[in-house]
């Protein structure tokens, strides 16, 4: 079945570091992809609407200049956080929409733990 | 603007025992409606999924999920629960395709042996 591949798993940085996070549609092409952050016990907050060749639309209070996307292909989502702070550190979770898939459920990454010290 | 509810936060079952998880929707019109499940620091498995037609739906791992319009419900059942089950389980509902998916704020499962 379709997979979406989520790289890296779980980082550990310094604060003040630059994370990049990769979502990557591996059998199927996807104008639009899907950035949640995920806090612990609680559930999925969608951040950014993400669309191949064209800026990403972000949700209410999400900080765009923090959370950096870009969606440079049919394939690729990336999602770089920016001066990484303790209060980045959480659980962020790609997904994506397959062209010419209408009716058909978005697919997940299996998303990424950042930890930032 | 479209929301979802899972009234409970948290429930609590015996092996063997039925089990039902209550999600209810807010929207104008009958949105895609999902169940995903979460294992603890995991990723998100897809139970099941509505997109229209019959509306019994039939999911992986046995559960099952009855879409009724008039309540704007979207429930989930099982029953007979596996120790395995334990898990947070969380309604979805996207208005369309390639539109964003809305999460409910989840139900924590847990099983007693």
């Known amino acids: 079945g379709a997979v979406v591949s989520q790289h890296p798993s779980r980082v550990i940085c310094k604060s003040g570091t630059s994370v990049k996070i990769e979502c990557r549609s591996l059998d199927f092409q996807a104008t639009t992809m899907f950035w949640y952050r995920q806090f612990p016990k609680k559930s999925l907050m969608l951040m950014a609407t993400s669309n191949e060749g064209s800026k990403a639309t972000y949700e209410q209070g999400v900080e765009k200049d923090k959370f950096l996307i870009n969606h440079a292909s049919l394939t690729l989502s990336t999602l770089t956080v920016t001066s990484a702070h303790p209060e980045d550190s959480s659980f962020y979770i790609c997904s994506a929409a397959r062209v010419g898939g209408r009716g058909q459920p978005q697919h997940f990454g299996d998303g990424t733990r950042l930890s930032i010290l | 603007a479209q929301s979802v509810t899972q009234p409970d936060i948290h429930i609590t079952v015996s092996e063997g025992a039925s089990l039902e998880l209550r999600c209810n929707y807010s929207?104008?019109?009958?949105?895609?409606l999902f169940w995903y499940v979460q294992s603890p620091g995991q990723g998100l498995q897809l139970l099941l999924k509505y997109f229209s037609g019959d509306t019994l739906v039939q999911g992986i791992k046995g559960f099952e999920a009855e879409f009724k319009r008039s309540q704007s419900s979207f429930n989930l059942r099982k029953p007979s629960v596996h120790w395995s089950d334990a898990a947070e389980y969380f309604c979805a509902v996207e208005k369309t395709s390639y539109d964003k998916v809305i999460f409910g704020p989840g139900t924590s499962l847990s099983v007693i042996p």
């Open positions: 929207y104008g019109a009958t949105p895609y």
